[in-house]
């Protein structure tokens, strides 16, 4: 795929030239506010609320009508009371009065399934549209790809700079690149991998990533996560980075747990029955001087279990290199963001990006379904 110029994706200035006067205009601005909950069903981090202000000030400044639409969890296309938008739009009153708020988009089916009844609904009435939602854009879902079908539409603030900052990593990389990549589910990050492997200079891998890797060089791994049908590209990937010139850092100690369940260090071979949780000291150390001797490093992924106070401090060592470097470091994905905030480092980075899956998506092809249909080049055999 050609790598797209953002410069041709409309900004909120483009849609005013185009519309005019937005005063008495309904705008429907599709926002990313799918925030975390609470045991109890509160919010626990208003972060994407507060990230859709600039946008939806720009637009009540000019005397707009603004109309927020977000899905919230993953309800199963019927409405579903834990998953209602009502705690959102209380925060929203307080931050943004005046604004309103539809209904958990993933209430009615046709969201996910692009169904255009269901699109037809969403711009009734709507004069012009704006894609706020950086964290949904990677889906052709109804209410990313189907309103710039029928509306004048642009890209919001925050999509914006997700997209110069994204799209800058591939397009202007300074060297070295470093991506550092970890977490749980492999199979999500594998083409990314791949994809970066081409723009990188090298790739640091830990998280339960590193035992998929370690299967693939014929170590063995005890009973740490793995995923067995990725074994094979895994191998081929590192064959691939041998024959690129490019290096992939695998952690060479492990903390985990020994087969009795007692906490314990080892090297790059586990034994029976142990689980790996966390890189050990030695490669905590090793990946810091990586990231501190680099001009770029995208992360994406925690190091190991952090949530477990036991297993935090690879993330920890990592997350302060992150905010060490003189590098221009990015950080996506929910966890690895959560894991910057918990140490109280989020502050110390140049960009958290507010999406997981659509940064690794953005990194990985150049473009996004949500980019696309804001171009109104988006078809659906793309999705
Ligand atoms: P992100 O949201 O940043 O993209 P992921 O969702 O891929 O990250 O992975 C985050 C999860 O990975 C965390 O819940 C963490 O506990 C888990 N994890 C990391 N390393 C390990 C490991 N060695 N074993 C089990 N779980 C791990
Ligand atoms: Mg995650």
Sequence with gaps: MTAP??????TLEDLEAQVGDLAGKRVLVRTDFNVPLDESGAIADDFRIRAALPTINWLT??????????????????????????????????????????????????ETADD??????????????????????????????????????????LLQKEVDVLLGLRDKPRRPF???????????????VEALLGVVDSIVIGGAMCFTFFAAQGKP???????????????????????????IHLPDDITGVDASGTYATFGDRL?????????????????????????????NGPMGMFEDD?????????????????AFTVVGGGDSAAALAQFRLDDEVDHVSTGGGASLELLENGDLPGLQALRGDFRDEDA
């Design 271 to 299: 034994p029976d029955g142990a689980k790996g949780f966390d890189i050990g000291p030695g490669s905590a150390a090793a990946f810091s001087d990586v990231i501190m001797d680099a001009r770029m490093v995208f992360w």
């Design 116 to 157: 255009p009844a269901f699109v037809a609904r969403l711009v009734d009435g709507i004069d012009a549209y704006v894609n706020d939602a950086f964290g949904a854009s990677h889906r052709a879902h109804a209410s990313i790809v189907g309103p710039p079908r029928f509306v004048p539409s642009a890209m919001g603030r």
């Design 178 to 192: 470093v991506a550092v990549l970890g977490g749980a589910k492999i199979s999500d990050k594998l083409g990314v």
């Design 5 to 10: 110029s953002r410069s041709t994706i409309p």
């Design 310 to 326: 036991r297993f935090a401090s690879g993330t920890h060592t990592v997350a302060q290199a992150m905010a060490d470097t003189k």
């Design 221 to 247: 791994i005890g009973d740490s996560l793995f995923e067995p049908d990725m074994v094979d590209t895994c191998g081929r990937l590192l064959a691939q980075a041998r024959e690129q010139g490019k290096v």
């Design 61 to 110: 400044e000019r005397g707009a009508t603004v109309v927020t639409a977000s899905h919230l969890g993953r309800p199963k296309g019927a409405p579903d009371p834990k998953y209602s938008m009502d705690p959102v739009r209380q925060r929203l009153g307080e931050l943004a009065p005046g604004v309103e708020l539809l209904e958990n988009l993933r209430f009615d089916p046709g």
